[in-house]
């Protein structure tokens, strides 16, 4: 956290993004940093910017079932990129992840999507 700090404070910009136009913050969400998706975002990260894939920060921490991030994302308007909800919803039933199916349907995931029907 502290070296994420001080990079930031020497004037790395707050969203930069790679190649994959990957930010600090959808990093620090992907691996469950709480502390750092905390301080990126009080220090102006844009907590909804798309990767190249269309994911958002929340995107990553619910893929990677880090439930405290999604859950401090979603409480300062984090939202969902275009990912494929539904896909998360089965991936998340088939490993018994009753935690990551509330947030997933919280977030608007369907059970039965229509068009398969």
């Keep these: 956290t502290e070296l994420c700090k001080s990079v930031i404070r020497n004037g ?32 102006g990260a844009r907590i909804n910017r798309l990767d190249r894939w269309g994911g958002t920060p929340l995107d990553d921490a619910c893929r990677q079932h880090h439930l405290a991030v999604a ?18 919803l089965i991936e998340a039933a088939s490993k018994g992840d009753v935690d990551a199916i509330k947030l997933l349907m919280e977030d608007g995931a369907a059970i039965v999507d229509g068009h398969d029907y």
């Excluded at 969203?15 to 691996?31: G, M």
């Design 71 to 88: 859950a401090y994302l979603r409480s300062i308007g984090g939202k969902r990129g275009v990912t494929d909800r539904v896909g998360a």
């Design 12 to 43: 790395t910009p707050i969203d930069f993004r790679d190649y994959d136009h990957r930010s600090a913050i959808h990093v620090a969400s992907s691996e469950g940093h709480l502390g750092i998706v905390k301080f990126l975002a009080d220090s």
